[in-house]
């Protein structure tokens, strides 16, 4: 098995809040932790044009003469100079105290926050999205912004980690609690194998690692009916993905393997609301947005609504 670096190349968008912020130590803390396997980190600033609005009045900002005047020009480099280039320096700096080596590239670009993301990300060849959920209210605190739910769903080259609103700061491992949900197919494994190389290289600093299989119960007598055992199902599963990660080089004592019944994301929820898991990684199926929307996948559901730990989907 290919056990190389899972997330080599990293872009990194940041906007200067909080949540930002806490994005910007959990990469550092990680890929501290990776060491020199991590060849590249691109902080990436979106100017998306709202600060122009402070400044200007009773002016058609979609108007394409605009981004041609003198004064748009001006109040853009004030703006790069005044506040994107130090938020810049600072994220490099916060990224180099926490331990990072790797080469840290930084980049401006302009537009639709969610598209410039993804099109640097694909443009970019990178590997992996890092980003924070957004500073939103307690009450709407369980769902995404427009733009984290946007990148999740427009990013299929690359995982992408959603950051919670708990990390462990750490240059050793940041994430020594790892819940990783099962269903035996090929995007769920997906999910397993980005694990296990991870695993492999922050083997020595893990402290759990837990396999979950949900036993979805609205398909337990269908399946029984089909002549299959759902319990006998689920535990060649957790076998098969017990043995990715043994192969990877985890300790079997830090390996467990849990069955729960029910709806899978609620279970899912559930299991990640009574332990204390750092990272929860998921595969996630080819769907586009509006499908989700429809047909509520699992991994979208699970993101949507948990909040302390950081959970990474997997591209298929």
């Known amino acids: 098995m290919d056990l190389r670096c899972p997330i080599p190349k990293i872009l990194l968008p940041v906007d200067g809040s909080e949540h930002s ?23 990436l600033r979106v100017i998306t044009g709202s600060y122009l609005s402070r400044h200007l009045s009773n002016i058609d900002f979609r108007a394409d003469v605009l981004k041609e005047s003198d004064t748009f020009k001006r109040i853009k480099e004030e703006h790069i100079e005044k506040n994107i280039k130090p938020l810049l320096d600072e ?18 670009r302009d537009g639709d926050a969610a598209n410039e993301i993804v099109t640097v990300a694909n443009e970019g060849d ?40 708990r ?15 099962v269903d035996g197919s090929s995007y769920s494994m997906k999910g397993v194998k980005h694990a296990a190389c991870l695993v492999s290289k922050l083997k020595n600093s893990l402290s759990k690692i837990i396999l979950l299989r949900v036993i979805n119960l609205a398909l337990y007598m269908e399946r029984l009916k089909d002549g299959i055992d759902p319990e006998e199902e689920a535990r060649k599963i957790l076998d ?14 830090v390996i467990a393997t849990k069955v729960r019944t029910g709806n899978p994301s609620e279970e899912i929820l559930k299991e990640a609301d009574e332990q204390d898991y750092n990272l929860i990684i ?30 990474a989907i997997v591209s298929s």
Request: hydrophobic share 40%.
């Open 91 to 108: 994220t490099e700096k916060i990224l180099g105290d926490t331990g990072v080596e790797a080469e840290i590239e930084k980049l401006i």
């Open 21 to 43: 912020k806490r994005a910007v130590h959990f990469t550092g803390y990680l890929c501290a932790s990776i060491g020199k396997d991590i060849k590249g980190i691109s902080v």
């Open 126 to 165: 990178f590997s992996t999205i890092i980003m924070a959920r957004r500073g939103l209210s307690e009450i709407k605190g369980l769902f995404l912004s427009s733009v984290t739910n946007k990148v999740v769903h427009a990013a299929r080259g690359q995982t992408v980690y959603i950051v919670g609103n």
């Open 167 to 181: 990390i462990l700061r750490d240059k050793a491992c940041p994430v020594p609690k790892i819940l990783i949900p």
């Open 240 to 253: 098969e993905a017990k043995t990715v990660i043994l192969q990877a080089g985890a300790s079997e004592v």
């Open 282 to 311: 998921m595969g996630r199926k080819g769907r586009t947005a509006f499908k989700d929307l429809i047909l509520g996948g699992v991994s979208t559901t699970v993101l949507q609504h948990i909040r302390k730990p950081t959970v």
